[in-house]
């Protein structure tokens, strides 16, 4: 059901890999609330995803960008500018890999050079993608920059091994660009921290099935979804959230704010009782 949320409005949504990709249900949201955008991915994740399809169903153009270089920023922006026919109003960055966490590194015996990789490509770029659109002026007065995070940034999940340190510099990356930009063009800036959703990357982290059962039981309202994902994201990008700015806002059932849930100490307790 559309409510015309974006009518009239520009975007461009980075990192949607396939129909299980948090960002490929923002795009479809955003466009279904009345938006034109553009789609961008690394030239990899191009080859390898599908995300021509969604270019297709939702007549966007896909503009192939390495999020680490600049270089590849200044053409994204430029060009989005250019098939837009104007300034964009908003932008949403998921982008996130680290190699140790692919390779099954222990924390303990990180690759550090792969730690530094997977800070460039997981937070650094958001930064890279803010400061490209400010030098550019790439962005309307009031409009809208999200970034997808995870409350690893806070609490300790050990198999999320240094993903969690590029969470918590991608949320003070925020708060920093988002003071800078709130006084300058009125832009607010924000992370989402989602509920563990079943992604392609996301089903990648050793024990993800586990603990995404354990987080559902935890949660009050239960894991949110990646369909739920991208209707907040849709709000944050519109005209009703213009004093929201440089918040890491949970969107995650309730997980975040439980200490322990009845239910979940019911679970171990069958699992372990004698019959």
Known sequence: ???NLLSGKRGIIFGALDDMSIAWKVAEKCVA???TITLTNAPVALRF???QALGEKLNAEIIPADATSLEDMENLFSKSMEILGGKVDFVLHSIG???NVR?????????????????DISAISFHKMMQTMWKLDAINEGGSILA???MAAQR???DYSEMAESK???????RSFGYHYGIEKGVRVNTISQSPTKTTAGSGVKGFDVFFDYADKMSPLGNASADECADYCAVMFSDYTKKITMQNLYHDGGFSSMGMNPAVLDMEKGDTEEV
Do not use: N
Request: glycine share 4%; hydrophobic share 40%.
């Open 103 to 119: 390779k099954k590194r222990a924390y303990t015996d990180v690759k550090h050079d792969w730690m530094q990789k997977t800070f």
């Open 97 to 99: 890999m680290s190699l």
């Open 33 to 35: 609330e009345g938006a």
């Open 148 to 150: 997808l995070t995870y």
């Open 1 to 3: 059901m559309s409510h």
């Open 49 to 51: 995803g599908k995300i």
């Open 156 to 158: 300790t999940f050990p």
């Open 168 to 174: 918590a510099l991608l949320e003070s990356f925020a």
